[in-house]
T-cell receptor
């Protein structure tokens, strides 16, 4: 069974600094996708960034980058120049292939608090 | 914005009553999903659909059923609600293509008393 581990229940970062949120995954599949989602206090789930298992370069989307280390099965999210609006829950997820669709397995999340 | 709406957004119901949650999408996506979110668990898949009348179970499907009679609507039914089904329920679609990233509806907060 697929599994996602996020070992940091909560993190604090000073505004304008960078922060790394950890994610490790467990899979025997060769082809998979890794995702990060943000959930602010308003509750919606916001897609941030994607990394494919065969992608050779780390994904980047604006201030978000994904530090993908395939041999270590880790997919850490790096947020550069933190802003107050980055305070939220962050979920790491992995896509697994089902019989007729795609499933996402989510980690328990990390709550990030950005301090002014 | 993937054009996903959920109704109702909030519901309080009593143990033993049936409850149906609706997910509606406007962009003809093939794949639709129902998740529940509970503290410490992230999101867990209940059921998913890969087309009209085509559905399959997810990780936590016991006590839930689904139906999809039209592309745009995916219904989640709790046949006899229990307090353990108090949760936030999210509907999602996934895009076609290499990434299949998911986009979520706004969620339904269900309380079973």
């Amino acid at each position: 069974a697929q599994k996602i581990t996020q070992t940091q229940p909560g993190m604090f970062v000073q505004e304008k600094e960078a922060v790394t949120l950890d994610c490790t995954y467990d899979t025997s599949d060769q082809s998979y996708g890794l995702f990060w989602y943000k959930q602010p206090s308003s509750g919606e789930m916001i897609f941030l960034i994607y990394q494919g298992s065969y992608d050779e370069q780390n994904a980047t989307e604006g201030r978000y980058s994904l530090n993908f280390q395939k041999a270590r099965k880790s997919a850490n999210l790096v947020i550069s120049a933190s802003q107050l609006g980055d305070s939220a829950m962050y979920f790491c997820a992995m896509r697994e292939v089902l019989s007729y669709g795609q499933n996402f397995v989510f980690g328990p999340g990390t709550r990030l608090s950005v301090l002014p | 914005d993937a054009g996903i709406t959920q109704s109702p957004r909030h519901k309080v119901t009593e143990t033993g009553t049936p409850v149906t949650l609706r997910c509606h999408q406007t962009e003809n996506h093939r794949y639709m999903y129902w998740y529940r979110q509970d503290p410490g668990h992230g999101l867990r898949l209940i059921h998913y659909s890969y087309g009209v009348k085509d559905t399959d179970k997810g990780e936590v499907s016991d006590g839930y059923s689904v139906s999809r009679s039209k592309t745009e609507d995916f219904l989640l039914t709790l046949e006899s609600a229990t307090s353990s089904q108090t949760s936030v329920y999210f509907c999602a679609i996934s895009l076609s293509g290499a990434r299949y990233e998911q986009y979520f509806g706004p969620g339904t907060r269900l309380t079973v008393t």
